[in-house]
């Protein structure tokens, strides 16, 4: 079956890293993705990951995954308030028709 | 080009009241997907178009629940009957088309916030 977890709060001072986490169980996911929520807004794409890759960097954005242990972080590097949001892993499997299953979602705190 | 679009932005409805909710998805993009949010439930697939391909409807919750796209274009989302369960924000996405590329990637409209009354 399809489950995808996520930590609910994660708190960070600004300038500092954030590492947000995300656990699924179907290991016929091709491809995991980040997607970022602001309040009263839909969601914005920040990254992807094919799952033959173990990393994938963009800017401050870096994607860690283990396939094995079918884990899958995002790691914020410097973080901003402006990156103060909900944050959603999201799986879509082989065969699937690329619909996506979500993650329970991040919320996100960065501190002054 | 423009975004995914959709309408309206809110609606309030009595319990029992049908409702429909319509999404423009970008220009070109073959596929077509509604989801759903809500705060019991999270994130939420429905349904989704592909071409002139049978949609998937796995997602749907019950059959007051219903979908078209026509033209391979504009998709409108019909629940009859509301409940209050259906309050959440139905979200549209679409993408160029199905098939493990980067053209895959869905891109979201802002939502429709629902609530029945």
């Known amino acids: 079956g399809e489950d995808v977890e996520q930590s609910l709060f994660l708190s960070v001072r600004e300038g500092d890293s954030s590492v947000i986490n995300c656990t699924y169980t179907?290991?016929?996911?091709?491809?995991l993705y980040w997607y970022k929520q602001e309040p009263g807004a839909g969601l914005q794409l920040l990254t992807y990951?094919?799952?033959?890759?173990d990393m994938k960097q963009d800017q401050r954005l870096t994607v860690l995954l283990n396939k094995k242990d079918k884990h899958l972080s995002l790691r914020i590097a410097d973080t901003q308030t402006g990156d103060s949001a909900i944050y959603f892993c999201?799986?879509?499997?082989?065969?699937?028709?690329?619909?996506?299953?979500f993650g329970t979602g991040t919320q996100l705190k960065v501190e002054l | 080009g423009a975004g995914v679009s959709q309408s309206p932005s809110n609606k309030v409805t009595e319990k029992g009241k049908d409702v429909e909710l319509r999404c423009d998805p970008i220009?070109?993009?073959?596929?077509l997907y509604w989801y759903r949010q809500s705060l019991g439930q999270g994130l939420e697939f429905l349904i989704y178009?592909?071409?002139?391909?049978?949609?998937?409807k796995s997602g749907l919750p019950s059959d007051r629940f219903s979908a078209e796209r026509t033209g391979g274009s504009v998709s409108t989302l019909t629940i009859q009957r509301t409940q209050q369960e259906d309050s959440a924000v139905y979200l549209c996405?679409?993408?160029?088309?199905?098939?493990?590329?980067?053209?895959?990637?869905?891109?979201f409209g802002p939502g429709t916030r629902l609530t029945v009354l």
């Open positions: 990951i094919f799952s033959n890759m």
């Open positions: 996405a679409s993408s160029l088309q199905i098939g493990g590329s980067l053209g895959d990637t869905q891109y």
């Open positions: 999201a799986e879509s499997l082989t065969g699937g028709g690329n619909k996506l299953t």
């Open positions: 179907d290991s016929s996911s091709t491809y």
């Open positions: 220009s070109g993009h073959t596929a």
């Open positions: 178009f592909q071409g002139n391909s049978a949609p998937d």
